[in-house]
């Protein structure tokens, strides 16, 4: 798909990623305060359940802080994930009435949970605050593996989405997938905690690079071990160009079987 197409429908994305965030929090009493609900909820639970009880570590930082900080991205990257996968079907109607670029869908969708990132973000400088740990100049580069995630549920979710539109069973396995995912993802346990041997395996996991990134940003004297960034990229990069693919040769017959 040209992607001079969406340009000139850019004004048709920002609408439609501002009206799936107001259609997400309507009728709700904490409004888009809900965003927080997940990661600070998730990094409560994964707390209390594999530092206090199980006994696993962080090193110097505190293992809250160090959750938290993984959480917060992959709470982005499921929401995105699973919003990405399932935004031809839940705006079918308009798929059948009038014709855009599809592919003006799946972005929205990714727009409203970049806004999710965007307000959760605050909550981890005041937890931050508690700890009296403050992230130094790699906080910097945060946006980088928000974009470096956004780019990974973006190519996995398009290929999901042309599938979903045809076979519902995928939207229905979402929720399986993004929890299997995530134990194999160092989101919970530290890197150290995988044996050297299977890192280089390990790190095909787009994932593993975005949540040690993320933690390289905001932990400080957080080591990052550069090798296991291109694996991971080069496996995004791989996704998003097969999903690009799939979807543009899939999506002339998107109103023909949703």
Request: charged content about 10%; hydrophobic content about 55%; proline content about 7%.
């Given at each position: ?7 000139r ?13 107001r ?22 639970l ?37 919003a ?30 970049t ?63 993004v ?41 400080p ?5 550069p ?18 693919t ?13």
């Amino acid at each position: 798909m040209p992607w001079t197409a969406l340009r000139r429908h850019g004004e048709l994305l920002a609408f439609l990623a501002w009206r799936d965030i107001r259609v997400r929090y309507r009728q709700t009493v904490l409004g888009v305060s809900w965003a927080l609900v997940e990661p600070l909820a998730g990094a409560a639970l994964y707390t209390l359940l594999f530092h206090h009880l199980a006994g696993i570590s962080a090193g110097a930082v505190p293992y809250a802080l160090s959750c938290f900080a993984a959480v917060l991205i992959w709470t982005f990257f499921g929401r995105s994930l699973r919003a990405v996968m399932v935004s031809l079907v839940a705006n079918s109607g308009l798929i059948t009435k009038a014709y855009f670029p599809r592919l003006i869908l799946p972005l929205a969708a990714l727009g409203a949970s970049t806004i999710d990132l965007l307000c959760v973000l605050p909550s981890y400088g005041l937890l931050a605050g508690y700890y009296g740990v403050w992230p130094g100049w790699p906080v910097l580069t945060l946006p980088l593996w928000a974009i470096l995630a956004a780019l990974a549920a973006l190519g996995i979710g398009l290929t999901l989405a042309s599938l979903n539109v045809r076979f519902r069973d995928v939207s229905a396995a979402s929720t399986f997938l993004v929890q299997a995912w995530m134990l194999a993802t160092p989101v919970v346990y530290p890197l150290s905690l995988i044996p050297p041997a299977w890192r280089s395996w390990y790190a095909l996991n787009p994932m593993v690079a975005v949540v040690e990134g993320t933690r390289w940003a905001l932990l400080p004297n957080y080591t990052l071990d550069p090798l296991l960034l291109l694996p991971g990229l080069a496996v995004t990069l791989i996704c998003l160009a097969v999903g690009l693919t799939v979807f543009s040769r899939t999506e002339h017959r998107f109103a023909d079987v949703i």
